[in-house]
Nanobody, 121 residues
Framework: QVQLVESGGGLVQAGGSLRLSCTTS????????LGWHRQAPGKQRELVSIIREDGSANYADSVKGRFTISRDNAKNTVTLQMNSLKSEDTAVYYCAVGGIFMSTTWRPRYWGQGTQVTVSS
C-alpha cells in the first residue's frame, strides 16, 4: 500500500501560478508512472499529466505549454507546476502512481485524496 499526500492547491487569479506537490509513503525510484488527474464539477476525471521513470512525460492538450511535471526520486515527490492558469483549470487535482498506461489512458494503482485548485477570472 502507498499513501499519497498532496499539497499546494488553493485560490489564484487567472494568469497566475500554483505548484502542486505529492509525496509518497514509500520510495518512488522503482515506480514507473507518476502523475496527476483532475476533476471539475459535473465532469469526468481527466488525465492532466504523467511522467515515467525515464523522465518522459505526457500532457493533456489543454495544459501543454502551461504545466510542467517533474519527479524527485530522492524526495519521493512528484510536482506539477501550473502557469498561466485559466478558469477552466478549476478542479480537484489528484495525484496518482503506478498502474498501467496504454495509448492515452492511465489506470493508476494508487490515488491521493485530492487538492482543490480554484482559478478566479
Amino acid at each position: 500500500q502507498v499513501q499519497l499526500v498532496e499539497s499546494g492547491g488553493g485560490l489564484v487569479q487567472a494568469g497566475g501560478s500554483l505548484r502542486l506537490s505529492c509525496t509518497t509513503s514509500r520510495s518512488i525510484s522503482s515506480i514507473n508512472l507518476l502523475g496527476w488527474h483532475r476533476q471539475a464539477p459535473g465532469k469526468q476525471r481527466e488525465l492532466v499529466s504523467i511522467i515515467r521513470e525515464d523522465g518522459s512525460a505526457n500532457y493533456a492538450d489543454s495544459v501543454k505549454g502551461r504545466f510542467t511535471i517533474s519527479r524527485d526520486n530522492a524526495k519521493n515527490t512528484v510536482t506539477l507546476q501550473m502557469n498561466s492558469l485559466k478558469s477552466e483549470d478549476t478542479a480537484v487535482y489528484y495525484c496518482a502512481v503506478g498502474g498501467i498506461f496504454m495509448s492515452t489512458t492511465w489506470r493508476p494503482r494508487y490515488w491521493g485524496q485530492g487538492t482543490q485548485v480554484t482559478v478566479s477570472s
